[in-house]
């Protein structure tokens, strides 16, 4: 059993949108710090955004104003709706679950790409 599967990536114009979504299963979902990484071709792996169990979000500079992290307990799923896209947010996106802010994530998705392009 896969604990986080990612669905929603695709190919879509500079400044349009997309909404991915990560279910959980066979984890205590409620209990861990959600998040959405990214790597793009020849860099490394960033932090886009995460949800604490409280509800509380944190965001790169770099998506700021742009993306929204959100995560319903209940569904144990995890949703980046992401608007006004740019060529730069072009990456494999990949979901997380990490105990707490100072820990490495003990869950990885399988990632799913995002291709902005005209």
């Known amino acids: 059993q896969v604990p986080l599967v990612e669905s929603g990536g695709g190919l879509v114009q500079p400044g349009g949108s997309l909404k991915l979504s990560c279910a959980s299963s066979?984890?205590?979902?409620?209990?861990?710090?959600m998040g959405w990484y990214r790597q793009a071709p020849g860099k490394q792996r960033q932090l886009v955004a995460d949800s604490t169990t409280d509800g509380s979000t944190n965001y790169a500079d770099s998506v700021k104003g742009r993306f929204t992290i959100s995560r319903d307990n209940a569904k144990k799923t995890i949703y980046l709706q992401m608007n006004s896209l740019r060529p730069d947010d072009t990456a494999v996106y990949y979901c997380?679950?990490?105990?707490?802010?100072?820990?490495?994530?003990?869950?990885w998705g399988q990632g799913t790409q995002v291709t902005v392009s005209s």
């Open positions: 997380t679950a990490r105990l707490n802010y100072a820990a490495s994530p003990s869950y």
């Open positions: 066979g984890i205590s979902f409620s209990f861990y710090v």
